[in-house]
């Protein structure tokens, strides 16, 4: 029987005022058949797996009837976001006004007087009916869902406080008149029914007070996953948004996004890539710090390859797109930190079981409390406000962002450095990691043949050497040919053109170069065709073949003129990255299939200490097998096809981004550019963002542990409760900022 197809929908959440919320929408998903979801309170997303037959319109009709909105992403914009900032803003404004008029005449005696309650019931009506609205309307609808929320906790808290201090008003009035409603110690011919309605039964203020910090805790918070997102959406934006494109050998300025694949376009200095393709005339440099977060522009020329969203620094370019839309590298980075701000360590996980449980159990604690104090002789005023307390102070916003909001900084700066982390599980391996495999070529070698040295032999000249054999080479299309005619274009006089070219296999070229018979290839050509070769250029065939250098040797007019020495040379940053990874506490190991003396002289050079060589593709898992039943928990940094099962294999997976699609597929991170330095930045920002959330978490569990049983003893008033509330918030989104820092 087939397997039945999963398709994974993304939903925009509206309507969650904390983690609870959060946490409610995603067990209403999983209870949905063959469905799994995870719903994200920071980035507002819902990440849905499901069956391909079922209708997405069903998982929204879903999270309708959960009491929230949702919405497939292309519906919803930024604008919408900020309508809602702006919305709350408002809230807030309206509400800050109206309770300074309540809070200050409780805190200055001279402004009491006999009709000031009714004054502070005007006043605190909008803001606890308007301002905490949005509490209200949560906690209603998770009354009807029979669940509860931090907003239960604050609509409970400012409810009751409004409430009784209205009864306390009424009852006065109706007792005494409206003139008894003037506080305690005023009048002194009121003082019997100031009793009920004074300052000590009169809890307007608590309500205003409550419902202002809460609300301006939310916004500060909303603009704060704002801030925390911002990366992401900076980099979404990257993209040109309109591109010159070619046709009928016109420019014609269309929208990027009507470039279709085989297009070519016109790219001029200081103007972005419209998309993914590969230069077909001109040359220039190119400036990718934006997406990669290398400073220096490469050079690009005809047959290079180019990503979109980069900038022309140099001259004119044509393109032709290769990759277009979602396809493009750009849309895959962003899927990827997408992805990664979707899910959830286990340090949340943790977190969330609490917060499912939390909220009930609080609102049974502040209903023991009220419960106790009355049972213990204590008024009914001061066992109101120790329960109030309870509840305002216990609200675990602070528990639910303590993961997400590390996790979308920590991910969003990483992307701006060129770091993909794949998931909340990466930051959790790098922490124990003690061991980096790092494969040869590609990773600390740059892959790429490079001439290194010309030993001329007695009398001859090594930049005619290197002209003439260069001239010979550029007609051939093998790497160690190409390496030497790139360093022979490289010289400030241009090479020669070669006649009568003639590829010899496995042994070398000749042709004829200025009138002169020129021969280039293994000494062995030489030796069969001229004799042996000259002592010197001997010592400098076996000093090179000895470091497992490719040696060429060059000669014309029936004598060998020199030795070419070539070979694939480690990045300029890669001595420097291992000194960062032995910093970081890693024992690096050279991982290679090329033969001991190759690796070695690798490793000798980069400060690696111990090489593992001649091992085959599928060696290279056993290896990082044998490492494991040692005790290590490794790290693998590969770039080729040939490392994708050990990178799959490693505790922790990290593929140099220039290198080949399975190998980044297989991985855990992803370095956009191919410097080794990044590998030692990934795995210090893993370990940053890991060591905000659990500090996050830290802060969260021992605000709660710590202020509960000073609410329930009655020592915290629920003003100083809403407006702690309110500041744990703040500081676990703030801390969780400090990441944007990270250099």
């Known amino acids: 029987m087939a397997a039945a197809i999963v398709v994974t929908t993304e939903l925009s959440i509206g309507g969650m005022t904390c983690a609870a919320c959060a946490g409610r929408i995603e067990r209403k998903l999983n209870k949905l058949d063959g469905v799994s979801a995870t719903v994200n309170y920071a980035t507002e997303k819902a990440h849905v797996s499901h069956p391909?037959?079922?209708?997405?319109?069903?998982?929204?009709?879903?999270?309708?009837?959960?009491?929230?909105?949702?919405?497939?992403?292309?519906?919803?914009?930024?604008?919408?976001?900020?309508?809602?900032?702006?919305?709350?803003?408002?809230?807030?404004?309206?509400?800050?006004?109206?309770?300074?008029?309540?809070?200050?005449?409780?805190?200055?005696?001279?402004?009491?007087?006999?009709?000031?309650?009714?004054?502070?019931?005007?006043?605190?009506?909008?803001?606890?009916?308007?301002?905490?609205?949005?509490?209200h309307r949560a906690a209603w609808i998770n009354l009807r869902q029979r669940t509860a929320t931090?907003?239960?906790?604050?609509?409970?808290?400012?409810?009751?406080?409004?409430?009784?201090?209205?009864?306390?008003?009424?009852?006065?009035?109706?007792?005494?008149?409206?003139?008894?409603?003037?506080?305690?110690?005023?009048?002194?011919?009121?003082?019997?029914?100031?009793?009920?309605?004074?300052?000590?039964?009169?809890?307007?203020?608590?309500?205003?007070?409550?419902?202002?910090?809460?609300?301006?805790?939310?916004?500060?918070?909303?603009?704060?996953?704002?801030?925390?997102?911002?990366?992401?959406?900076?980099?979404?934006?990257?993209?040109?948004?309109?591109?010159?494109?070619?046709?009928?050998?016109?420019?014609?300025?269309?929208p990027a996004g009507h470039v279709g694949v085989g297009d070519a376009f016109v790219v001029r200095p200081g103007e972005k890539v419209a998309t993914d393709g590969v230069v077909v005339e001109g040359v220039s440099t190119v400036d990718t710090a934006l997406l990669t977060g290398e400073s220096i522009p490469v050079e690009v020329g005809v047959g290079d390859q180019v990503v979109g969203a980069t900038v022309n620094v140099g001259g004119r370019l044509v393109v032709r797109a290769t990759r277009v839309g979602g396809d493009t590298r750009l849309a895959q980075i962003a899927r990827l930190v997408e992805a990664a701000q979707a899910g959830k360590a286990e340090?949340?996980?943790?977190?969330?079981?609490?917060?499912?449980?939390?909220?009930?159990?609080?609102?049974?604690?502040?209903?023991?409390?009220?419960?106790?104090?009355?049972?213990?002789?204590?008024?009914?005023?001061?066992?109101?406000?120790?329960?109030?307390?309870?509840?305002?102070?216990?609200?675990?916003?602070?528990?639910?962002?303590?993961?997400?909001?590390?996790?979308?900084?920590?991910?969003?700066?990483?992307?701006?450095?060129?770091?993909?982390?794949?998931?909340p599980e990466v930051l959790e391996r790098t922490r124990r990691i003690d061991t980096v495999v790092l494969d040869k070529t590609g990773t600390v070698t740059t892959g790429k043949m490079t001439l290194t040295t010309v030993v001329p032999a007695i009398g001859e000249d090594p930049d005619e050497i290197l002209r003439l054999a260069g001239a010979l080479e550029g007609s051939s299309e093998h790497p160690i040919a190409r390496a030497i005619a790139e360093a022979a274009q490289a010289t400030a006089e241009a090479p020669p053109s070669a006649e009568g070219f003639a590829a010899l296999p496995g042994l070398g070229v000749e042709g004829r170069v200025e009138g002169r018979s020129v021969l280039a290839g293994r000494p062995s050509l030489i030796t069969d065709r001229w004799g042996?070769?000259?002592?010197?250029?001997?010592?400098?065939?076996?000093?090179?073949?000895?470091?497992?250098?490719?040696?060429?040797?060059?000669?014309?007019?029936?004598?060998?003129?020199?030795?070419?020495?070539?070979?694939?040379?480690?990045?300029?940053?890669?001595?420097?990255?291992?000194?960062?990874?032995?910093?970081?506490?890693?024992?690096?190991?050279?991982?290679?299939?090329?033969?001991?003396?190759?690796?070695?002289?690798?490793?000798?050079?980069?400060?690696?200490?111990?090489?593992?060589?001649?091992?085959?593709?599928?060696?290279?898992?056993?290896?990082?097998?044998r490492l494991q039943n040692e005790g290590h928990v490794v790290a693998m940094v590969g770039d080729g096809i040939n490392d994708a099962a050990a990178l799959a294999q490693a505790d922790l997976g990290i593929a140099m981004g220039t290198g080949t699609d399975a190998a980044i597929e297989a991985s855990d991170l992803t370095l956009v550019r191919g410097d080794l330095r990044v590998a030692?930045?990934?795995?210090?920002?893993?370990?940053?963002?890991?060591?905000?959330?659990?500090?996050?978490?830290?802060?969260?569990?021992?605000?709660?542990?710590?202020?509960?049983?000073?609410?329930?003893?009655?020592?915290?008033?629920?003003?100083?409760?809403?407006?702690?509330?309110?500041?744990?918030?703040?500081?676990?989104?703030?801390?969780?900022?400090?990441?944007?820092?990270?250099?």
Request: hydrophobic share 55%.
């Open 532 to 625: 042996d070769l000259p002592e010197a250029l001997e010592r400098a065939v076996a000093a090179a073949e000895a470091t497992g250098a490719t040696v060429v040797v060059a000669g014309w007019d029936g004598a060998a003129r020199g030795v070419l020495v070539v070979t694939d040379v480690i990045k300029p940053t890669s001595a420097q990255a291992v000194r960062d990874l032995k910093a970081l506490g890693l024992s690096p190991v050279l991982l290679t299939g090329d033969n001991a003396s190759v690796a070695e002289a690798v490793a000798a050079e980069a400060g690696i200490g111990r090489v593992v060589a001649g091992v085959l593709p599928e060696g290279k898992v056993e290896v990082i097998r």
């Open 52 to 135: 391909a037959e079922l209708d997405p319109a069903e998982v929204v009709a879903e999270v309708v009837r959960a009491g929230y909105t949702a919405d497939l992403p292309e519906a919803t914009n930024s604008a919408d976001d900020e309508q809602a900032l702006w919305q709350l803003k408002e809230r807030l404004t309206i509400s800050a006004v109206l309770a300074v008029g309540v809070i200050i005449p409780m805190m200055v005696p001279i402004l009491w007087t006999p009709n000031w309650g009714w004054g502070a019931l005007v006043a605190t009506v909008p803001i606890v009916f308007y301002g905490g609205w949005p509490f």
């Open 347 to 423: 340090v949340q996980r943790l977190a969330d079981r609490v917060s499912a449980v939390f909220v009930p159990v609080v609102i049974a604690i502040a209903l023991g409390t009220l419960a106790l104090w009355l049972l213990s002789g204590a008024d009914a005023t001061f066992s109101l406000r120790a329960s109030i307390a309870v509840l305002i102070i216990a609200c675990p916003c602070a528990l639910g962002l303590a993961t997400p909001t590390a996790l979308l900084v920590g991910t969003g700066r990483g992307a701006q450095l060129g770091i993909l982390i794949k998931g």
């Open 150 to 254: 931090m907003d239960t906790l604050v609509s409970l808290g400012t409810l009751a406080a409004f409430g009784w201090s209205l009864w306390a008003l009424l009852s006065t009035a109706l007792a005494d008149g409206p003139a008894s409603t003037a506080h305690s110690g005023v009048h002194g011919a009121l003082e019997p029914a100031a009793q009920l309605a004074g300052h000590s039964s009169v809890y307007f203020e608590v309500a205003a007070a409550v419902t202002v910090f809460v609300l301006a805790g939310r916004y500060l918070e909303a603009r704060a996953k704002r801030r925390a997102g911002a990366a992401l959406r900076a980099l979404m934006e990257l993209g040109a948004k309109d591109v010159a494109l070619l046709r009928d050998g016109r420019e014609v300025r269309v």
């Open 680 to 743: 030692a930045d990934a795995i210090r920002l893993s370990r940053r963002t890991l060591g905000t959330i659990k500090g996050n978490l830290f802060w969260a569990f021992a605000y709660n542990i710590a202020a509960l049983p000073l609410a329930a003893a009655g020592l915290l008033d629920p003003m100083i409760a809403g407006a702690a509330m309110a500041l744990s918030s703040v500081f676990v989104v703030s801390n969780s900022l400090r990441l944007r820092r990270f250099r």
